[in-house]
């Protein structure tokens, strides 16, 4: 087991040295000067080649990135042209909000998807399988910053529960720090929830029909227990990869949310790092969501072990 | 011996498709006696699979089934109880073992965990004692190092031995009565004989009576006391084994027992086989079901359905209007069939 998470961890290195190629080409390839958005309008030629020059932005793409690499590589992704800081900083601070965003949207999907999967698995085609229909259409259907605007209209504009914006870390206090997240994670959650209801549903009915499930009733135990025991733990692999996927998505694609409730995340410094061509930025947080997502297909892959004695990693 | 411990009365199960009710059971009635090993043989759809499953209600109720008629068991009628009711039979009056051990038991869960899961369903025992119960019940299936077999998972073991588990699961709360769906069909025929024999045993050995639902009849000879033949959702002759081999008087019942390759017979000289194919449920021929098979087939057999009755000279009930006609070919089948049909098979397709 231990060798085998080693394992799947070195094999990050050639991923990561990859995406890292592919997106300091694409940079490469975004118009637009650093050294002039830095400097702003009024800035005279003179200064901005000057500036240029100090950045390194007049060498030749590769001798560029080897220099960025080669300090990557001892852990220092650069510094923020704007934030004056380092850029590991910089992550650092924005990875908390985009991570509690992610945690709790994911968990207000699973508590919405699972029970309403089940439900809708164990009465096909009646009212809860029709419920699940429509809200998974829904779900899929507005688009996030869509429903967040709505929300924000009725519950911080109109009824005044809940703030329109910001966000308060956790040592301003539990109720501070939930009370800025309700609204953007319920506004990320119903894409999620459908993705992952309709997989509860699909893989509770597939292993309804096995005949382990038939065994089980013929033993004579209770359906509440057929379900819950036999159907359920049987259906969790499909489960498991796509609440995977889902939290890989949220942790890498809240930016749109993130603006709309101005929230400090990763995607928010993302959108503005692209504005601003904080290259160091950009390419370090693409290099870190690229971990993330690897990250989070390892802990899946783990889980499978957890879930079925039968997956045996190698 | 002869008290009766099931008994099906005119039992109809029709699966609610979606131009009507499709009866894949029509009528059945057969009686299982204290201690006594009952067969029901017949060809593929032909409805005993369909009776097995009726007994324990298995099929969905509310979407997928219909059953009427009387399954007694105990002077109650099991298609009158309440799901809850019907949950406390399952298992511990009654059990069943299924065609695919393979795919019969979770997965996920160890076996000695399945086989106690039956016992805490049903009975006031300690999670210790269960466990304790479940490792003798391995050992009395006749698996070897149960203790550490008790913790193995499905896949760890071979089909035979899962099939062995499956017996053990049934036998956790000692059932009266055992229902046994095709228990070999997925096994080799050295494995299949191991249980076959295991199944013997436990009748004696603890005085259990058993359905066994096959289509096998060499595994029919060998083993059961009663033979219930069924053709298209009916039962179309009832008899005790020596009878039914002995002096078969259904057509189909002959037709069966001439299909059976036999290791006497000429060699290069192809099967015999029963001409025709099975009529679906939605095109039921008028008059007797194995009309458009049968080749004592008379005016009478396409116009009106016979019923199970009495036939001169034989203990045997028979649904077919010409049984007392029909000569009886009187053959030694039996015999040879107790000598195993497997044999047989293996010689005709090597030949």
Not at chain 1, 70 to 91: C, D, H, P, R
Not at chain 1, 218 to 242: C, D, F, M, Q
């Amino acid at each position: 087991m231990a060798i085998y998470v080693l394992k799947r961890l070195l094999a990050l290195v050639p991923t990561l040295f990859i995406m890292s190629v592919i997106v300091f080409i694409i940079i490469y390839l975004i118009p637009g000067d650093p050294a002039r958005v830095m400097l702003g309008d009024g800035a005279d030629e003179a200064t901005i080649q000057q500036v240029r020059e100090q950045m390194g932005l007049n060498q030749p793409v590769l001798p560029q990135y080897i220099n960025w690499i080669s300090g990557a590589l001892q852990g220092n992704f650069g510094e923020s042209y704007f934030l004056g800081k380092s850029v590991m900083a910089a992550i650092g601070e924005h990875a908390g909000p985009t991570f509690s965003l992610a945690v709790l949207a994911l968990l207000l999907s699973l508590c919405t998807a699972i029970p309403l999967g089940i439900a809708a698995a164990k009465h096909q085609g009646g009212l809860a399988d029709k419920l699940l229909t429509a809200f998974s259409l829904l779900g899929m259907a507005i688009p996030g910053f869509l429903l967040s605007l709505f929300l924000v209209l009725l519950f911080a504009v109109k009824l005044k529960w809940l703030p329109v914006s910001g966000y308060a870390s956790l040592q301003d206090g539990v109720w501070s720090y939930l009370k800025h997240l309700i609204l953007p994670a319920v506004s990320l959650s119903p894409l999620m929830g459908a993705i992952i209801a309709r997989m509860v549903r699909s893989s509770m009915l597939e292993v309804m029909n096995q005949s382990y499930v038939k065994t089980a009733r013929a033993k004579g135990v209770s359906e509440h227990r057929v379900i819950y025991k036999h159907v359920l733990r049987n259906a969790l692999i499909p489960i498991i990869t796509v609440t995977g996927g889902a939290f890989g998505t949220l942790l890498a694609g809240a930016a749109v949310i993130e603006t709309v409730f101005n929230i400090p995340g990763l995607g928010q410094l993302l959108v503005h790092s692209v504005a601003r061509r904080d290259y160091a930025v950009i390419q370090g947080i693409v290099l870190f969501i690229a971990f993330l997502y690897v990250a989070v297909n390892l802990i899946v892959d783990l889980l499978y072990v957890v879930a079925d004695p039968r997956v045996r990693l190698e | 011996m002869t008290k009766p411990i099931l008994e099906i009365k005119e039992l109809k199960t029709s699966f609610k498709a979606y131009n009507g009710l499709l009866p894949a059971v029509d009528g059945v009635s057969l009686t299982v006696n204290e201690g006594e090993i009952v067969g029901v043989v017949g060809e593929s759809g032909c409805g005993k699979s369909v009776t097995a499953q009726s007994i324990l209600r298995l099929f969905d109720e509310r979407k997928e089934v219909k059953y009427e008629g009387e399954i007694s068991y105990g002077g109650v009628n099991l298609l009158s109880l309440k799901a809850k009711q019907m949950s406390s039979i399952r298992g511990n009056d009654i059990s069943m073992i299924f065609q695919d051990p393979l795919t019969s038991l979770n997965p996920v869960y160890p076996i000695g965990e399945q086989i106690v899961e039956a016992m805490l369903a049903h009975q006031r025992i300690s999670k210790k004692q269960a466990m304790q119960r479940a490792i003798e019940l391995l050992q009395l299936t006749g698996i070897p190092s149960p203790q550490e077999r008790y913790h193995q998972y499905p896949h760890q073991l071979s089909g035979g031995m899962r099939q062995r588990v499956m017996i053990a699961i049934a036998l956790a709360c000692r059932p009266k009565l055992l229902i046994a769906d095709e228990p070999t069909t997925a096994l080799d025929v050295t494995i299949q004989a191991q249980i076959m024999s295991l199944l013997a045993r436990l009748n004696k050995q603890l005085n259990m009576s058993i359905l066994l639902i096959t289509h096998d009849l060499g595994i029919v000879a060998e083993t059961c006391h009663k033979v219930v033949v069924m053709y298209l959702g009916q039962v179309v002759e009832t008899a005790s084994v020596q009878e039914l081999f002995q002096s078969p008087r259904h057509p189909y019942t002959q037709a069966l027992l001439q299909a059976m390759p036999r290791i006497d017979s000429e060699r290069g000289k192809p099967l015999t086989v029963i001409e025709g194919s099975l009529p679906t449920l939605n095109q039921l021929p008028q008059g007797c079901r194995f009309v458009s098979r049968c080749s004592y087939a008379t005016e009478k057999c396409h116009s009106a359905s016979p019923i199970l009755k009495p036939v001169e000279g034989v203990q045997a009930l028979v649904r077919c209007w010409n049984a007392d006609l029909i000569k009886i070919e009187s053959r030694s089948q039996g015999q040879q069939a107790r000598s195993g049909g497997e044999d047989h098979v293996i010689q005709s397709v090597q030949s």
